[in-house]
């Protein structure tokens, strides 16, 4: 059950940190780009849901940041496996200032637990083939 599974397209392990701080840094742009390959990451493995301009467009009305965790968690169930976060995990967003951040991270390593198990390179250790 721990194979990597290769007929799925599997996503890339991103630094939580790294994501949260260059979130901050770049006044927000880099949220809109990790949104948008987090959804289309997903998208590309399950097959299914809302691809990454969608999520984006969608994470600009506040639905995009419930459906991104409720995506994470399906993933995580549809493998046989306890979802680390859920569509319920989107009520971070209403915490004013960090709770963006936090829902940030959670799912970006709720995200990195799946791909690290699918056999995508940690954080940081990409190697030509997959930059």
Same mark, same amino acid.
């Given at each position: 059950m721990? @194979? =990597?599974? @290769?007929? +799925? =397209?599997i996503g890339h392990q991103r630094g939580s940190g790294f994501v949260i701080v260059m979130s901050i840094v770049t006044l927000g742009i880099y949220?809109?780009?990790?949104?948008? %390959?987090?959804f289309q990451e997903l998208k590309n493995y399950r097959g299914q849901g809302v691809g990454g301009l969608g999520g984006v467009l969608l994470a600009l009305?506040?639905?995009?940041?419930?459906?991104?965790?409720?995506?994470?968690? +399906?993933m995580y169930q549809e493998d046989g496996k306890p979802n680390p976060v859920s569509g319920m995990s989107g009520l971070w967003i209403l915490v =004013?200032?960090?709770?963006?951040?936090?829902?940030?991270? %959670?799912s970006q390593e709720a995200l990195n637990?799946?791909?690290?198990?699918k056999g995508a390179p940690a954080p940081g250790t990409a190697t030509a083939a997959t930059a």
């Open positions: 721990n @194979t =990597p599974d @290769t007929t +799925r =397209p949220a809109i780009y990790w949104v948008y %390959k987090s009305i506040i639905v995009g940041w419930f459906l991104l965790p409720a995506y994470v968690g +399906r =004013p200032y960090a709770g963006v951040y936090i829902l940030m991270y %959670k637990g799946f791909w690290g198990e």
